[in-house]
């Protein structure tokens, strides 16, 4: 049959209309393709944008009497760096994101230092403008880096897919890409990271560069005051020739260095007299472990306590015999706590030491004796709130007996660890475990990596006593030319310290059933216990129980022949 031109026209049109369709409904082959270029053109537009980003972030800047060189880089977890060579190096956490904001101080105006030292209102008028200048700095790098992230965000689209419609589609991403990361920095922006700074570098110019303590003490929370004051201390620093400018603290404070496990390591020492000075701390604080085996001959290195003239406060660790904590007595700065209260420094104080001594066993992993520590801190615990008096501080060598002092007093130090931490108990006691201010002795060096140095400053208000922040130290293998500074804030220094709740005698596994039993030292009467003022004001009274057991000599049972 012949077709008519009716057919022709009908059949035509079906076959447009099936390409048609085929057009609108592409197959799977198709369409993966499609997503496969979608992705490559936000890769390569992102690439491209944050290579621009890295070459064009960077502008020099005048921020009070000195010129800062800002720039961005890739970072896990955002932040800022101010890099003062060639003293040291302070982080805070600004913000979080990709890219970090360095700030490095590239020039010092010595015309305008000079009127910032010689000027003490000068500090005023650089608060009131230097929050402009940062955010006048910061705005230039921005938009510095937003055009360099176009351009090379075009150029790569140019360069990989040879048209110019990708080029505008890889600009429009990395300009999406800028959009992202700039507004997860602006919502994460912290100003409180400006109080709270990580410092690395050399330790004499530690406290001019991390700032006083007054920004503790008073809790300011304008971002551009304590911008103020640090570029201030900077302009101080480069002004110097042959000292450091003079660290004067804030005097509403009261400084505390926290030191424990020294274990007979005497660069100790040196760390201790030169934090003690540059800080200008009003007392040490000893939480024990000062010697390894509490002999007879490791009481010549006590003889550097009296050297720091400083008040030295000592609780008795596991490591130190009832003679050392005898020879600790006799030097005429140091003050021995064992079971008993004291107002030293503007501070009470009270403190109880290790009734353990354990010369031969490391501390590294020593569990033993966990449950026992625990009762005994109970026990301690509950005659200290018989006698109706809440401490400033409590000192007990080991964790386990601290936890128990929970509701009896707002701050709990001790050591031990030989590994820093904080945490807060349930009833509002912040319990502060020390490092190795020692590194834990020649122990330290059993392992691939020596253990660091560890020490700390608290800051306490005169007025309330109560613990403000602190500065944690990390000295590794440069010792004391080199440091790590970290300062905390306490979160709420007047927080209510509860009373604990009640809680009903048990047993743990493998502790005793009655009373824990310590092992003794050489025999000992009780008239000769260590620290000695029986009657002394700020005494606590001995309870009955456990603690006796504490005072019978040792004698060891004889072998059948």
């Given at each position: ?64 009497p000195v010129n800062v060189a800002m720039s961005v880089h890739p970072s896990w977890n955002g932040g800022t760096t101010v ?153 101080r620093l480069y002004a110097a020739t042959s000292t450091l400018p003079t660290y004067e603290p804030d005097p509403t404070t ?76 006799q030097q005429k700065n140091a003050v021995v706590l064992d079971g008993q209260m004291k107002d030293i420094g503007g501070l ?214």
């Amino acid at each position: 049959m012949r077709e008519t031109g009716g057919d022709v026209v009908i059949a035509t049109a079906r076959e447009r209309l099936s390409d048609v369709r085929r057009i609108r409904s592409p197959g799977p082959a198709t369409r993966s393709g499609r997503s496969l270029r979608i992705l490559a053109v936000i890769m390569v537009g992102l690439g491209g944008g944050l290579i621009g980003i890295l070459l064009g972030g960077r502008v020099e800047t005048p921020i009070g009497p000195v010129n800062v060189a800002m720039s961005v880089h890739p970072s896990w977890n955002g932040g800022t760096t101010v890099d003062v060579p060639p003293l040291g190096t302070l982080r805070m956490d600004s913000h979080w994101g990709p890219l970090r904001l360095r700030a490095q101080v590239a020039e010092i105006r010595s015309d305008d230092a000079r009127e910032l030292i010689e000027n003490p209102d000068a500090i005023e008028s650089l608060t009131e403008t230097i929050g402009g200048e940062v955010r006048h700095g910061v705005i230039v790098l921005a938009v510095r880096a937003l055009a360099s992230a176009l351009v090379f965000g075009a150029l790569a689209g140019l360069l990989v897919f040879r048209s110019w419609r990708a080029a505008l589609f890889t600009a429009t991403t990395a300009l999406v890409g800028f959009a992202a990361v700039g507004g997860l920095a602006v919502v994460t922006f912290n100003p409180q990271s400006v109080v709270e700074p990580r410092y690395t570098g050399l330790l004499a110019s530690a406290p001019q560069v991390v700032g006083d303590a007054r920004s503790i003490a008073r809790r300011f929370s304008e971002y551009r005051g304590q911008l103020a004051r640090l570029v201030g201390n900077v302009s101080r620093l480069y002004a110097a020739t042959s000292t450091l400018p003079t660290y004067e603290p804030d005097p509403t404070t009261i400084r505390v260095l926290h030191v424990s496990d020294i274990h007979l390591n005497p660069v100790a020492w040196s760390v201790i007299g030169s934090i003690s000075k540059q800080f200008q701390v009003q007392m040490i604080i000893d939480t024990g472990d000062l010697t390894d085996h509490g002999s007879k001959p490791e009481e010549k290195f006590l003889d550097e306590i009296e050297k720091l003239k400083l008040p030295y406060v000592f609780v008795r660790g596991n490591h130190d015999s009832r003679a050392i904590q005898r020879a600790v007595a006799q030097q005429k700065n140091a003050v021995v706590l064992d079971g008993q209260m004291k107002d030293i420094g503007g501070l009470r104080i009270y403190g109880a030491g290790d009734p353990r001594f354990t010369p031969d066993k490391s501390t590294r992993d020593d569990n033993v004796g966990a449950a026992a520590m625990t009762a005994e801190g109970r026990r301690l615990a509950e005659g200290l709130r018989g006698t109706g008096l809440r401490p400033d501080i409590a000192l007990l060598h080991d964790p386990n007996a601290g936890q128990a002092f929970d509701g009896a007093t707002p701050l709990v130090l001790s050591g031990h660890a030989h590994q820093r931490s904080t945490k807060l108990l349930p009833s509002g006691t912040r319990l502060f475990v020390q490092g190795s201010t020692g590194g834990a002795g020649l122990r330290g060096l059993e392992g691939e990596q020596p253990t660091p140095i560890e020490l700390s400053i608290l800051y306490f208000n005169r007025t309330t006593h109560r613990l403000q922040g602190w500065d944690d130290f990390r000295l590794g293998g440069l010792g004391q030319s080199s440091a790590q500074i970290e300062r905390k804030l306490e979160p709420e220094p007047d927080r209510q310290i509860r009373p604990p709740a009640p809680q009903t005698p048990s047993l743990t596994p493998g502790s005793p059933s009655r009373t824990p039993a310590f092992p003794s030292e050489t025999p000992e009467s009780p008239a000769d216990s260590p620290g000695s003022e029986p009657s002394s004001p700020g005494a606590l009274p001995s309870a009955p129980g456990p603690a006796l057991l504490l005072a019978v000599p040792w004698v060891p049972t004889r072998r059948p022949r």
